[in-house]
């Protein structure tokens, strides 16, 4: 069975083919990119688990094959959760990663050790052409560096330590990042509900 991963960004692209290849399920899996006529949903959730499900019903509607979807995002403790949900846009322009992660470092400052705790979220969602949904998230805790490091990854990884290591998400291996990361957790998560109902 086909199975659309409905996200234009590479770097979850890259993440989720080794997370799901890794579980071992048959299906083909075809990026939101295969369907360029199908417009970008909007974003209108309050929540991650929200904005997954708005895109996987987006693709599962327009494809009529089973669709998964992340939204995912760094939130700072001290920021009381920013810039959460809107990571992808924080600096102004969507996706422009650099900006993002500058201007973030930036509001930051030179603010100490225990106020720099922070997490990565992601919520992943499953819908089914016929409306059925489900959804589960997952989170990767750490601390912000002040200067970025490592060139893995995408996004806010060359900032983010993961609490009990000493390198940042864009400086250890892909597969480290998988076992440990958001996005693993959630989609580990998600695997059964893939295997039953995405037949
Ligand atoms: P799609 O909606 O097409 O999936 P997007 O990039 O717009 O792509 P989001 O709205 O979920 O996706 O935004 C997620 C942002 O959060 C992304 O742009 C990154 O900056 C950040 N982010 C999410 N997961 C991350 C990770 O594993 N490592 C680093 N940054 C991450
Ligand atoms: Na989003």
């Not at 760094?74 to 322009?93: E, K, M, N, T, Y």
């Amino acid at each position: 069975t086909r199975l659309i991963l409905a996200t234009r960004n590479a770097g979850k692209i890259t993440e989720l083919r080794a997370i799901l290849a890794d579980a071992g399920l048959p299906h083909e899996l075809v990026g939101a990119d295969a369907y360029p006529e199908v417009p970008d949903v909007k974003e209108t959730g309050v929540t991650f688990a929200e904005n997954a499900l708005l895109k996987a019903h987006a693709l599962a509607q327009a494809t009529g094959h089973p669709a998964i979807a992340d939204d995912s995002g760094l939130c700072v403790d001290v920021l009381g959760g920013a810039p959460g949900i809107f990571s992808a846009r924080w600096a102004g322009r969507h996706g422009d990663d650099q900006a993002n992660l500058d201007l973030l470092l930036a509001q930051l400052g030179d603010i100490s050790d225990p106020h720099r705790a922070a997490h990565f979220a992601c919520a992943a969602a499953l819908a089914l052409p016929d409306g059925t949904e489900r959804v589960v998230e997952g989170q990767l805790r750490g601390t912000l560096r002040t200067a970025p490091a490592g060139a893995n990854g995408f996004g806010y990884d060359p900032i983010l330590q993961p609490d009990g290591h000493d390198r940042t998400c864009a400086e250890i291996s892909p597969r480290e990042k998988n076992e440990i990361s958001h996005r693993g957790k959630a989609f580990r998560a998600l695997i059964p509900a893939i295997a039953e109902l995405a037949g």
